[in-house]
């Protein structure tokens, strides 16, 4: 094989893994559902069921007062890419606060959705200390909290 061979096959491979990257939205790491599929979510809102464990990214769209009745949570609106909105509350008794969060930016979360009729709530975005419950977390920035 040629130098000029190689150099075309290398740019084919790369344009093709570019594309592919490019194009694709990042591959879950703990099941194999897209991030920005939101069917699993949108099929626990439309059945009411709640206690799922889901994997997602949105933007967010409203920073709202942390909740410090009983263990604290920051609280932040996100809207998925088929439009629906959940409230994301993050134990910050447990795991770091998301700082620098503003409206706009995409956040990754992995928690359990609970099922309200404003479009459900995901929540277990952290480590369980007592190590009974799945642990979550959310991506932002290149940073995982949990």
């Known amino acids: 094989m040629t130098i000029k061979q190689i150099l075309i096959n290398t740019s084919i491979v790369f344009a093709l893994v570019w594309t592919e990257s490019a194009c694709a939205f990042p591959f879950s790491e703990h099941k194999a559902v897209w991030l920005n599929d939101d069917s699993e979510i949108a099929r626990a809102f439309k059945t009411k069921k709640s206690n799922v464990q889901v994997e997602g990214e949105g933007t967010v ?85 949990q």
């Open 61 to 145: 769209v409203r920073i709202l007062a942390d909740d410090v009745d009983g263990s604290r949570h920051q609280r932040f609106i996100v809207r998925l890419a088929s439009g629906q909105t959940l409230l994301i509350a993050h134990n910050i008794d447990l795991a770091p606060r998301v700082e620098g969060l503003k409206e706009g930016d995409s956040i990754g979360f992995y928690g359990e959705y609970v099922w309200n009729s404003q479009g459900g709530t995901v929540h277990w975005t952290h480590h369980d200390p007592e190590g009974r419950h799945v642990a979550g977390w959310l991506k932002y920035n290149g940073r995982t909290y």
